[in-house]
């Protein structure tokens, strides 16, 4: 599956969305964009 990950609240460069969110996603397998 292709996830796209968007934020408006978060800065882009938060630990929570950045290395954790994503991190999982692609270990599960998934694609991922970030925007």
Known sequence: MH???V???H???DA???YR???ALLE???E???I
């Open 3 to 5: 996830v796209v990950v």
């Open 7 to 9: 934020t408006v609240v």
């Open 11 to 13: 800065n882009p460069r």
């Open 16 to 18: 929570r969305i950045r």
């Open 21 to 23: 969110q994503i991190r």
């Open 28 to 30: 599960a397998g998934h």
């Open 32 to 34: 991922v964009t970030y």
